[in-house]
């Protein structure tokens, strides 16, 4: 949450860190702001609302174009999004600025100390409280500025990454982090600073990932220093070669990132599976589950931890998990896992499936799981990310950057992984029968073409959204592997077109949410031919007899359900297991079309943000 960025060299600094902030926008869009230095003094332009609303308003107010610039983009914490609250914040001397992503636990003693030194505060914000202690730190030792930083963030708790500038060493800017993410981009007489590596793609591939706890002095035409905050020594950084490529985070000719990532998913899915699947000489190598298969095998129990979209695949896996490979499987929101007294044992091995990989609640979940001795996997999709570092080990889900803030081919990307480990510890444990292990392979295969297909239900679920746009509610219905898809598809209304929507195990409606049903009430069914269709379909019958509008998602050639629907959407045949892999693919396009009727912001809706790296 928040996004960061800076930038210290030759160019102008002023396009390159709004264009940054631009591309971070996902991390967080309620205020902007940026800090240009003009050789004496710092410029300071910033206001409630998103990069194009600053634009507007730096447009007036920043007129210099210096060469060092620090910028961000803000999802409060403490205080509300207003202008005031907004970073850059400005020590009291006016001489230091900072911009921060994360939350100082112990901003209200820190702070009431510094007012009773004299210290002004003028925003409700956390982060002042540290540039002003910084500034403390600084003046009352006469410390250089990466002395003070680190000397001041050894007092705080919480989480940072921040990068700090001080108009008296302008040559300079210091960058530190804890538990949020930073990389910096090294260029030839230029560094960037920003939470991941999109801001400055364009102009160097080699990046530095700072880890947690490290800290970098990054001054012009010098070597960049890279140290541990604790005990000051030195640390040798890897540079690494980015991966990423500026196609990759446009929107291609969509109208929104969501759109496209939903039409990226035969590709991603692919792309996942590739090197990995090997249907023909029926293998699945996945170097994580290899060099640990002993320990997957030895298992007897897997927790999936996870929050979201990601705890969603988490729940399709423990069906997957269970039907294949016979392990019982616990899923666990890490929210609620990491403050209860969860037993863990050292024969128990926890998968963390995270998106970003920078999730604070799966990230304290992970250590809590490591502390009782478990092992721990990660499904990740950003390379590098903290998740992905504090993993025993890991698989990468390989979806490419996912820049809508609602997740899509964060999903099925996440679900085909976990399906692939699902078969490799099945084929070692001989838990299913070698002709259906190929028949799954085989099948893996072909789901990026059905997903394809399933992509070509886009103008029924528009013609479909038009019908619904205005119900205030809506069910989702769903049994064994489809339960976790109505749950998704619920979360995926609520969270682009902000209409409320819960997701059922289609059997359970009987025992509460039935009450609900009457003629106004929008019901979407995931009723696929494989699985539980019988079953189902007396679930419709409940719905059409309480005179329940029912949108119902279908195997192509259906005729049963048809009858009883009031809307349906085709989708191709697959087996149950996999069948998750498609029936969400209707239903993301249903909830983008409400949305974008609705005129709701559906890359960047409210209140929400990528990457959620506070508690
Ligand atoms: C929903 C969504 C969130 C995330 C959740 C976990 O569309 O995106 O629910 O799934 O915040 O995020 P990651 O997967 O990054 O840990």
Redesign the pocket.
């Known amino acids: 949450m928040c996004g960061i960025v800076g930038y210290i060299g030759y160019r102008e600094a002023y396009p390159i860190v709004i264009k940054g902030l631009k591309r971070l926008e996902y991390r967080g869009y309620d205020s902007a702001g940026v800090m240009l230095f003009d050789g004496e003094n710092l410029k300071v332009s910033k206001t409630k609302g998103k990069v194009s609303d600053l634009e507007e308003r730096a447009s007036k107010e920043i007129t210099t174009n210096g060469s060092i610039g620090i910028g961000h983009t803000r999802w409060a914490t403490h205080g509300v999004p207003n202008d005031v609250n907004s970073h850059p914040h400005i020590s009291n001397s006016g001489d230091l600025a900072i911009v921060h992503n994360g939350i100082i636990e112990n901003y209200a003693p820190l702070k009431a100390e510094l007012i009773k030194r004299g210290y002004i505060f003028h925003s409700d914000t956390d982060t002042e409280v540290l540039i002003n202690l910084i500034e403390e730190v600084q003046k009352k030792d006469n410390l250089k500025l990466g002395k003070a930083v680190q000397v001041a963030l050894n007092q705080v708790v919480g989480a940072y990454a921040i990068a700090v500038f001080d108009k008296k060493t302008p040559n300079e800017i210091v960058a530190a982090r804890l538990g949020s993410p930073l990389a910096i981009g090294v260029g030839e007489g230029e560094f960037f600073i920003a939470s991941d590596a999109s801001p400055f793609i364009e102009y160097t591939s080699n990046a530095i990932y700072l880890e947690d706890g490290e800290m970098a002095n990054i001054r012009l035409h010098k070597q960049m220093k890279v140290r541990k905050i604790k005990d000051d020594s030195l640390v040798n950084p890897t540079i690494q070669e980015l991966q990423m490529n500026l196609e990759q985070i446009e929107k291609g000719g969509y109208d929104h990132f969501m759109l496209k990532e939903i039409y990226e998913q035969p590709s991603v899915i692919k792309d996942t599976y590739r090197g990995r699947l090997h249907a023909n000489e029926g293998l699945i190598q996945m170097a994580g589950v290899e060099d640990n298969l002993e320990k997957f095998l030895n298992a007897e129990r897997i927790i999936i931890v ?5 705890w969603h695949a988490g729940l399709v896996a423990e069906y997957i998990f269970e039907e294949f490979a016979r392990i019982p499987v616990e899923v666990e929101y890490a929210s609620e896992f990491r403050y209860r007294n969860p037993i863990i044992n050292s024969k128990d091995i926890v998968i963390a ?7 604070a609640d ?1 990230m304290a979940a992970i250590k809590l799981a490591k502390e009782s001795g478990a092992f721990v996997f990660g499904v990740c999709n950003v390379v590098g990310s903290s998740i992905s570092r504090e993993t025993h080990a890991g698989a990468y889900t390989h979806a490419g950057p996912e820049i809508g ?3 899509t081919k ?1 999903f099925t990307t996440q679900i085909t992984v976990l399906t692939m480990i699902a078969l490799r510890l099945a084929k070692a444990k001989g838990t299913l029968s070698n002709s259906l292990f190929h028949t799954y392979l085989q099948e893996l295969v072909i789901i990026p073409e059905k997903v394809k297909e399933a992509l070509e239900t886009n103008d029924r679920a528009k013609e479909i959204a038009a019908v619904f746009k205005d119900a205030p509610n809506c069910l989702y219905l769903g049994r064994g592997y489809n339960f976790p898809v109505a749950l998704e598809g619920a ?2 209304l609520k ?1 682009i077109s902000y209409i409320h929507a819960e997701g059922y195990p289609a059997a359970e409606m009987k025992h509460g949410p039935i009450a609900l049903i009457d003629e106004h009430m929008p019901v979407v069914v995931i009723a696929p031919k494989q699985g539980h269709y019988d079953k189902i379909v007396s679930n419709i019958q409940e719905i059409k007899s309480r005179s329940g509008k029912i949108i119902a998602v279908v195997t192509k050639g259906d005729t049963q359900v048809r009858e009883l629907a009031d809307y349906v959407i085709e989708i191709p045949e697959t087996s149950d297991a996999l069948s998750p892999l498609i029936t969400t693919i209707p239903l993301q396009l249903l909830s983008y079309h409400i949305a974008v009727m609705r005129g709701c912001n559906v890359d960047q809706p409210r209140n929400l943000a990528k ?2 790296t506070v508690e």
């Open positions: 996870a929050c979201g979209t990601s499936i995270s998106q970003s990989g920078e999730t799966t803030v609602a997740s964060a979360l995926k969270e990457s959620v």
